[in-house]
């Protein structure tokens, strides 16, 4: 299994919003680097599911990729936010991916505390300039992270 961070802003979809749908599509991805990591995901994969551009910024749980890379059809529907007028049906660039709700935690895991850990000094997410929406997580960061909740 592959371990992922993935990023979304709680007013759009925030991980008690996909506790109780149980399971949704996760797209309006439109950086190419983290669109490549979206493509790369398996059926299986964990990602930790952190709120960002909020008041308490960090990993509020855990998510399950259950269907694989397919063309994000909000690239091709002209009245949403991520609408690509360069994207067609023959021809789009933007990849989405469905996933599942496992673990909402008790308690945000923040930003600051993460920063603070010696075992994720390595981790992308807590890197200066690191603002990509999808990241790899390598199994020794997932561990370090779980002990923290």
């Known amino acids: 299994m592959t371990y992922w961070l993935m990023k979304s802003e709680p007013d759009e979809l925030s991980i008690r919003g996909l506790q109780q749908l149980g399971q949704t599509r996760w797209d309006g991805v439109r ?11 398996a059926v299986g994969d964990e990602f930790f599911f952190y709120h960002s551009s ?6 509020a749980g855990i998510g399950r990729i259950i269907q694989a890379a397919y063309p994000d059809p909000t690239a091709l529907a002209p ?3 991520y609408f690509d007028p360069k994207s ?5 660039a933007w990849s989405a991916i469905d996933v599942a709700h496992v ?3 008790d308690k945000v895991l923040r930003l600051d505390d993460l920063k603070r850990q010696i075992a994720l000094a390595q981790m ?8 990509l929406s999808v990241m790899p997580v390598t199994a020794e960061q997932w561990a370090a992270v779980l002990a923290l909740r």
């Open 31 to 41: 950086n190419y680097q983290a669109r490549n990591f979206l493509r790369t995901m």
């Open 124 to 131: 992308p997410l807590v890197q200066k300039g690191s603002r």
């Open 103 to 105: 673990e909402t935690f």
């Open 79 to 81: 009245d949403s936010v």
């Open 88 to 92: 067609s049906v023959e021809k789009n």
């Open 54 to 59: 909020c008041p308490e910024p960090g990993i």
